[in-house]
T-cell receptor, first 114, second 111 residues
Framework: DTGVSQNPRHKITKRGQNVTFRCDPI?????LYWYRQTLGQGPEFLTY????????KSRLLSDRFSAERPKGSFSTLEIQRTEQGDSAMYLC????????????FGPGTRLTVL | GNSVTQMEGPVTLSEEAFLTINCTYT??????LFWYVQYPGEGLQLLLK?????DKGSNKGFEATYRKETTSFHLEKGSVQVSDSAVYFC??????????FGAGTRLTVKP
């Protein structure tokens, strides 16, 4: 399977704990995006990488959230001191760039904060 | 800022009915427009796209035309099938790289 993969698919945690999600993009894609999707809503942009550089961050990305893409391949999204309002589906997408703004999405990680 | 407004659901149709899901957008400049589909238990899949005014995107019998004069990108299909049951998202992307999505429209097709 050469699509975008995300791990874990589901995460249940207690309020106040830290969680980390991983995204593996399509191998030749240099752009990587993180989104958050809550029930009944469309995905909301969180942040974007061009290779290893984080180029944009949404105001939705509070200081408890941090994303990395250290080698320009896979990316991690960490949420510190989770809150119940963080419960959502976290989506990763990758894109080829080079004049194309298409994005290809992974299956998502569903986070439940108790 | 950029935004997308799409028809609220849910939409329930009988098999072989005609489908329209309305989508309008607000954007500065000339964004690309997309329709994504999310089948139950799966991730978002790109259904079709259009990159400039008057372009028509099409795939799997679905079509949408980029109408700059009405800032619309309505999704249509002439004859829906049960397998088309899913949530459909209209989206736009400009040079800022983040993609803006509508709230989604749930379609249920009954046999």
């Amino acid at each position: 399977d050469t699509g975008v993969s995300q791990n874990p698919r589901h995460k249940i945690t207690k309020r106040g704990q830290n969680v980390t999600f991983r995204c593996d993009p399509i191998s030749e894609h240099n752009r990587l995006y993180w989104y958050r999707q809550t029930l009944g809503q469309g995905p909301e942009f969180l942040t974007y990488f061009q290779n290893e550089a984080q180029l944009e961050k949404s105001r939705l990305l509070s200081d408890r959230f941090s994303a990395e893409r250290p080698k320009g391949s896979f990316s991690t999204l960490e949420i510190q001191r989770t809150e119940q309002g963080d419960s959502a589906m976290y989506l990763c997408a990758s894109g080829p760039g080079q004049g194309s703004n298409e994005q290809f999405f992974g299956p998502g990680t569903r986070l439940t904060v108790l | 800022g950029n935004s997308v407004t799409q028809m609220e659901g849910p939409v329930t149709l009988s098999e072989e009915a005609f489908l329209t899901i309305n989508c309008t957008y607000t954007a500065t400049g000339y964004p690309s427009l997309f329709w994504y589909v999310q089948y139950p238990g799966e991730g978002l899949q790109l259904l079709l796209k259009a990159t400039k005014a008057d372009d028509k995107g099409s795939n799997k019998g679905f079509e949408a035309t980029y109408r700059k004069e009405t800032t619309s990108f309505h999704l249509e299909k002439g004859s829906v099938q049960v397998s088309d049951s899913a949530v459909y998202f209209c989206a736009l992307s400009d040079q800022s790289n983040d993609m803006r999505f509508g709230a989604g429209t749930r379609l249920t097709v009954k046999p």
